[in-house]
């Protein structure tokens, strides 16, 4: 049963029934038709109460039914709305807990709508690079007038029930405590006989200069929009209520919501949509997994990770104690972290009772006792495996049974890691990203022993921190750095063939990056990459790089951190300004290499920048580092800047088509040092059959 249907002393009462949130799916639709009709029908029946069960009253869409032909097999949620306007009798909407895109639209048709307060109201389509696609954009500004209208279905934000008391989009907002259905009922017996039936299509949109106010609107709008075509289109369709009549609004809502639902960007949204969704199922964990409880955290190293993990911890209201080796490392430690909290507070980001709160759950110690009855404790010392091992060594020793032992170790071997403790059940990579306490990604990284319990309850704790967490297998790097290190290296091969930082840097933020690579490794410090590439020089000797970033880091220049790296930096500044000097150790370099330096095209640069990560991206697939294409996007979208609007490495190789990504990396491996582009076998048989990573 989707939708349940009882009498109460002349009003029917209709209650969408689809958990988790009452999505308008075909089955719902339908039922809340029959509904409708069969009120109707009944000479008894005086007025319709229209309800959500369980807390809310809609969610909109059913999102399983996304891309599939239910969306558009009647009764359509257009037709829903018709036939709730159109009703003979009175439908009065009773609305609680949450209230938002298609199930806003079905609300606005009906004739009445009443509320409880703390019910979220949005139309949040925007989000998903749409305009509201059922009447929204029509309907809404007829009740809440031009300026609130616009506001909400631009930016998509839920506003509380009880901000929009006295508007005309409820007709009652009930006092806290009310008991929603009996009130609407009762509301309903009140209204029974009242004609005509009111209709918010039947309301005009006034304002006195809509004109001036829908110009600067549009400017306003177009400079926050970036490269995502939907929010001017909000703004144009909410133009339409005021200078169209109500039907050809409508059907100007509908062809630009039918435009954007085939535009590059909204697909890109989409699929990071449900990319989120996807990363938290486990094949092998299903969701009734038991996880471990979480209450106390420890963290080791103060250094710039642990700080941030720290601060994470205490963010989601989790006490943490952080230990370090030295008394001034520890005091510096949680001096950074006062610091970081007191420009948040400064900003007005954070009460002086939260600030104190989150610095009340910070402890420091240098004493692993003091740890030891942690649920978790996450190692963030140096990336050395010694440190690491010993480090290991003690935590197994003096950490309550069941502790969950994780590391943030950014490329190091998360077996050998536990294979030094008697419990490797119990450990987990959790990968966190700088600054710790900001980023959204966290590599959850599986090792050979990994207990599926731990897996699920860090899972579980990637939600309460607020991040996405994506399951990585082990491998040098994990997913994201992996495949970072493929980047890195096109992009030091284009420095030795012709191009310069800040060349290699504007293509690819042109392309969407947040930061190119040069700008990037400035700000990471150029240090990080070099040690990295020491360790591997021994253990790969084989794999061929630019030499131009170890000849960089010989001459200290570590980037922001050192006020020079690829770029120059006035001290107290992080803007990069190119710099002589290392531009003519490039071009020194290359004539060392007896390279005749080339022009290289913008297009060249993102081309091998980004088929490098999809190409490591493809590998890391067939090998089942990661579960799916879309863990991987997810990964590059939320750690590594990856633009949004191209839906991460994998979906944008499916939307270039893999037979053109995998033709130019064959083109590629014609070319200098084409050993670094040797096509990933999954790659070749996607292209072969015509198929995509994420199909
Ligand atoms: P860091 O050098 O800033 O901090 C390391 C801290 O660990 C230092 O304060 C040091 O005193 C402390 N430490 C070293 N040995 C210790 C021991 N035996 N007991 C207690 N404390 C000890 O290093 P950072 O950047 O915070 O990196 C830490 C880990 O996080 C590394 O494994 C790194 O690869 C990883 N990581 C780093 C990222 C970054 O952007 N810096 C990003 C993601 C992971």
Avoid at 61 to 72: H, T
Avoid at 88 to 109: N, Y
Avoid at 324 to 339: N, S, V
């Amino acid at each position: 049963m989707s939708a349940e249907y009882l009498v109460d002393g002349g009003v029917a009462v209709i209650t969408l029934n689809n958990p988790p949130v009452n999505g308008l799916g075909l089955a719902t639709r339908t039922a809340a038709v029959e509904g409708i009709r069969k009120a109707e029908l009944d000479d008894t029946v005086k007025a319709i109460v229209l309800t959500g069960a369980g807390k809310v009253f809609s969610g909109g869409a059913d999102i399983r039914e996304f891309n599939s032909p239910k969306a558009l097999t009647e009764p359509t949620l257009h037709t829903l709305i018709r036939v709730a306007e159109n009703s003979t009798k009175p439908v009065v909407a009773a609305i609680h807990g949450v209230c938002m895109g298609g199930g806003l639209e079905l609300a606005l048709g009906c004739n009445y709508r009443v509320a409880l307060p703390g019910a979220q109201v949005a139309l949040p389509e925007v989000k998903l690079g749409l305009v509201p696609g059922a009447g929204g954009t029509q309907r809404l500004p007829r009740v809440l007038g031009l300026e609130r209208s616009l506001e909400m279905i631009v930016s998509g934000t839920p506003v509380l029930s009880d901000k929009l008391a006295g508007t005309a989009l409820f007709d009652e907002v009930f006092p806290a405590g009310t008991e929603l259905v009996p009130a609407a009922v009762a509301f309903a017996r009140r209204i029974a006989d009242v004609r005509p039936l009111p209709k918010v299509r039947d309301r005009s949109v006034d304002h006195p200069d809509f004109e001036a106010f829908l110009r600067r609107s549009r400017e306003s709008v177009k400079a926050m929009a970036g490269p995502f075509p939907a929010p001017l289109a909000c703004v144009e369709c909410v133009a339409a209520s005021v200078t169209m009549p109500f039907e050809d609004g409508l059907k100007f809502e509908r062809e630009r919501f039918l435009q954007l639902a085939q535009s590059p960007e909204s697909k890109a949204l989409r699929h990071a949509f449900f990319a989120e969704r996807a990363a938290s199922k486990i094949p092998d964990v299903p969701a009734d997994t038991p996880t471990r409880q979480i209450t106390r955290a420890a963290v080791v190293g103060a250094g710039t990770m642990g700080g941030g993990i720290a601060m994470s911890f205490a963010n989601a209201g989790i006490p943490v104690t952080i230990l370090e080796m030295e008394q001034d490392r520890l005091d510096k430690g949680l001096a950074t972290i006062r610091k970081n909290y007191e420009s948040t507070l400064k900003k007005g980001k954070l009460t002086p009772e939260k600030f104190d709160q989150r610095m009340g759950l910070i402890t420091g110690t240098l004493s692993y006792k003091d740890i030891a009855q942690a649920d978790i404790v996450v190692e963030a010392v140096f990336e050395d495996m010694g440190v690491k091992e010993s480090v290991f060594r003690h935590l197994d020793s003096v950490m309550k049974p069941g502790a969950i032992l994780a590391t943030n170790t950014s490329t190091l071997d998360v077996n050998r890691i536990a294979g030094v403790t008697s419990r490797p059940q119990d450990v987990i990579g959790t990968h966190f990203f700088s600054p710790a306490n900001v980023m959204k990604l966290l590599e959850i990284v599986r090792g050979a022993q990994t207990g599926k319990d731990v897996l699920a309850t860090t899972m579980a704790l990637s939600k309460k921190l607020k991040k996405t967490g994506v399951v990585s297998g082990v491998c040098d790097g994990f997913i994201g750095n992996r495949m970072l290190e493929q980047y890195l290296r096109q992009a030091g091969f284009l420095l030795d063939e012709g191009a310069l930082p800040e060349q290699v840097d504007q293509a690819i933020e042109k392309f969407g990056f947040a930061m190119g690579p040069y700008r990037m490794s400035d700000m990471a410090g150029n240090d990080v990459g070099w040690y990295v590439r020491k360790r591997r020089a021994i253990e790969a000797p084989d794999v061929t790089y630019s030499k131009t970033a170890d000849l960089l880091c010989e001459q200290g220049r570590f980037g922001q951190k050192t006020g020079a790296g690829w770029y120059d930096y006035v001290p107290g500044d992080r803007t990069p300004h190119p710099s002589q000097m290392v531009n003519d150790m490039i071009v020194n370099h290359s004539k060392e290499l007896g390279i005749e330096r080339r022009a290289i095209s913008d297009q060249e640069i993102v081309e091998r920048l980004v088929y490098a990560l999809v190409n490591e991206g493809a590998k890391i697939l067939e090998e089942g580092i990661a579960l799916r294409a879309s863990d991987i996007d997810m990964v590059y979208l939320t750690g590594y800047g990856f633009p949004l609007q191209r839906g991460g490495p994998m979906f944008y190789a499916d939307w270039v088509g893999l037979p053109r990504v995998l033709a130019s990396i064959e083109k590629y491996a014609e070319g200098r040092n084409g050993d670094a582009w040797k096509p990933a076998q999954l790659l070749a048989r996607l292209a072969a059959e015509g198929k995509g990573f994420n199909s």
